[in-house]
């Protein structure tokens, strides 16, 4: 492995905004003539319906392996088990190889209970009492045994962020995998990334001897109905009900990453356009969720 690139995008919420079609197709035209060995998308894609199936259609049509996992809002009309299939999925977790590096793909879109884990369904968490998200018990032993092959480097991908304190955004045992992490960087080894989607905002830090990515969504910043705006015609709120609780970007926001033999890391750094109107002048601070809120991706 000389080195190797991948191009990465999150949270595009298609069936919630009226461009989504268009945000894609930018992505694919921005990144078909550039030599790139994989696509990932980090969730919140996509309803699995049948009349999405033309975005994947698009996706294959650059002829790279897309890989996918799955975010907290893939569920909310079916089961798990839909959102595999839809995906061409066989389990919601996995790892894959490119050279001397192993990617591993976390679901961590669970909700513990006294019973056990449940996964999400139908958004049939509830805010106030469960303990959500987290990466179940029987995950953080896979994931265990993931990081203790021969494998000189490795890349975590998940959903939700593996650093964020703020209330119910960040995965709850973020610190056992932490720790887990640290230890595998102190014999030897090294995770190199932690990247995650869901906040729909910008970070990127380094904790120890690894950085936590938090790649900013294709789409839009949340701010939800306190803050609701109607910048667009009647009948496209009409159609899509959650726009006036967002502010959309103007770009859509992906980024490619390249890592080289030596372990060294590179983060093409993007910088976007609020649409028509921005969190401040709707009277949002500068953090939201945790996160510094600003339709850019963070270089490196």
């Known amino acids: 492995m000389n080195k190797f690139k991948f191009a990465i995008f999150t949270d595009l919420h298609h069936d919630h905004i009226p ?8 992505f694919i035209n921005g990144i078909k003539n550039i030599d790139i060995d994989f696509i990932i998308e980090l969730g919140d894609f996509c309803s699995p319906k049948k009349e999405n199936h033309f975005l994947l259609d698009m996706l294959n049509s650059i002829h790279k392996p897309i890989y996918h996992l799955i975010g907290n809002h893939d569920s909310d009309l079916f089961p798990k088990e839909k959102v595999l299939d839809f995906f061409q999925m066989n389990s919601s977790y996995y790892s894959f190889k490119y050279g001397e590096v192993k ?34 018990d029987f995950e953080f032993d896979w994931l265990k045994a993931e990081l203790a092959d021969n494998s000189k480097y490795f890349v975590i991908f ?8 703020f209330a119910k955004r960040g995965v709850y045992n973020r610190n056992e995998i932490r720790k887990l992490i640290d230890e595998v960087n102190n014999k030897g080894k090294k995770v ?6 869901h906040d729909h905002a910008d970070s990127l830090k ?21 803050f609701e705006h109607f910048n667009y015609s009647k009948e496209t709120h009409d159609k899509y009900p959650y726009l006036k609780d967002m502010v ?5 926001l992906y980024t490619i990453v390249t890592i080289t033999e030596n372990g060294s890391i590179e983060i093409q750094g993007m910088k ?7 969190p401040e002048e709707l009277g949002v601070g500068p953090t939201w969720n945790g996160r510094d809120i600003s339709p850019v991706i963070s270089g490196l």
């Open 192 to 197: 190199l990334l932690c990247i995650n989607g």
């Open 248 to 252: 959309l970007y103007k770009e859509g």
């Open 103 to 136: 990617f591993i793909v976390l679901d961590t879109c669970f909700i513990k209970t006294p019973d056990g884990y449940v996964p999400y369904c139908k958004r049939n968490y509830n805010k106030a009492k469960d303990i959500y998200p987290i990466l179940p």
């Open 272 to 278: 976007g356009h609020y649409q028509n109107v921005s």
């Open 19 to 26: 461009d989504g079609r268009t945000r894609l197709g930018n």
């Open 158 to 165: 998940s959903h939700q962020s593996l650093e964020n304190e």
């Open 206 to 226: 380094k904790i120890g001897e690894t950085y936590y990515f938090g790649l900013n969504s294709m789409s839009y910043i949340w701010l939800g109905p306190e």
